[in-house]
Every structure is written in C-alpha cells, then in structure tokens.
C-alpha cells in the first residue's frame, strides 16, 4: 500500500482543496486547488483512467493507464496525454472563475 500526501507544485503547500465538478453525461471531477497561492494542483476522474496531476507530466500519465489496464500505442498515449492536460486545464480555469462569481 502506499500514501501520498497532495503537495503543490508551486509552492510545496500541502494545504489543498477538493472541488467536486459534476456535469451531466460526464464522469465526475475533482479538482484539486493549493489554498496558499490558489494554483491548480490536479484533477480526477472517478473512472477508469481517471488519474492526471497537473505538473507531474507524462510518466504520471502512463502509471495511470498502467493502473487501468490500458494497453496502446505510444503515440496514442502521448496524443492521450496531451489532449487531458489542455483539457483540465481549461476546466481548472473555468471551476476557479465559477467559484470567483459564487463568492461574489
């Protein structure tokens, strides 16, 4: 068994928070905020495949699929890859902007 504590990329907090994204016809999300200086940490999928942490890279990737049991190509993988990055990003923008207007 392993346990890791969540930490920031950017400034090592471990002081993070979980937003649940649900959407309909989608899987749902979290998404992991740092609370010290408000950057995207990572995001989940509660699926298959569902592991991407933001900042990791690549290899975090490929354990993920490795997790799944998903076997392909390499260039499918890194098409994989690069694809989930752009998009959670994207999303990560999106939830941190909601949640402004929420406050707001």
């Known amino acids: 068994m392993e346990i890791h504590l969540q ?8 002081q993070v928070r979980n937003i649940l994204y649900r959407q309909p016809g989608e ?5 992991v905020q740092c609370t010290q200086c408000e950057r995207f940490v990572a995001s989940y999928i509660i699926a298959p495949l569902g592991y991407y942490h ?5 290899e975090s990737f ?4 490795h997790r799944s049991g998903e076997f392909m190509s390499g260039r499918k993988v890194q098409a994989l890859f690069e694809s989930r990055k752009e998009k959670e990003t994207r999303l990560f923008d999106k939830v941190v902007a909601l949640l402004r207007e929420r406050k707001g």
């Open 27 to 31: 899987p749902d999300r979290v998404i």
């Open 62 to 65: 490929v354990r993920g699929l």
């Open 7 to 14: 930490h920031c990329q950017e400034c090592g907090s471990d």
């Open 54 to 58: 933001h900042g990791k890279g690549f």
